[in-house]
Structures are given as C-alpha cells and as structure tokens.
C-alpha cells in the first residue's frame, strides 16, 4: 500500500478532486430553473410574489392597527412606532354611503 501513496498520486488525486469541485461549480447554476420556461419567467415570478407579500404586509398591518383602535389603543404622537398606524384612518359609514 505504502508504495502506491507517494507524494505524486496524493497530488494527482488532490489536483483531480479540486477539478471537479471548480467544474460542478462553474456548471451548477446560481439559481435553479424550479421549472420555469425561462430567466424572464422566473423574474416575473418573483416580481408577483414580492408583490404579493407587499399586499400581504400592509393588509396585517390595516387589520392590526384597526383591531388597535377598536379596542382603544394608539401609538403616542411622539413615540418612535407612531407611523406605522399613522396613516390608517377609521371609517364610520359603509361604503356604500361613500360619495363619488
């Protein structure tokens, strides 16, 4: 065994494995396909669902400070959170009453 291990088949197999890490690396792509037909695709995808979380956060965030007020409570004008409820604002008539 001792005369199959010199220092030249150690950096043979070094040299050969550190080959095939740099080429599974260069050949893996940074971002999978996931199955989308194309780069565009997949921006479009993303686009929509950072969209969609957007939507998402500033419904929670209506319905919270709702709830807030509903139950009596605000942020103090002068704390630093205040704007996070700053700009929603209670609606007493139905929507239906609203005027165009």
């Known amino acids: 065994m001792k005369k199959f291990l010199n220092q030249t088949t150690v950096n043979v197999i070094t040299l050969g494995g550190l080959g095939l890490i740099a080429l599974s690396a260069l050949t893996t792509p940074s971002r999978p396909n996931n199955g989308f037909s194309s ?38 004008p002068s704390a630093r959170s ?19």
Do not use: M
């Open 39 to 76: 780069k565009k695709a997949h921006i479009e995808f993303d686009t929509q669902t950072n969209s969609n979380r957007f939507l998402d956060h500033e419904f929670a965030r209506l319905r919270h400070c709702a709830d807030s007020y509903v139950r009596g409570f605000q942020f103090h």
């Open 82 to 100: 205040a704007w996070i409820c700053q700009d929603v604002v209670p609606v007493y008539n139905s929507p239906d009453e609203w005027e165009e």
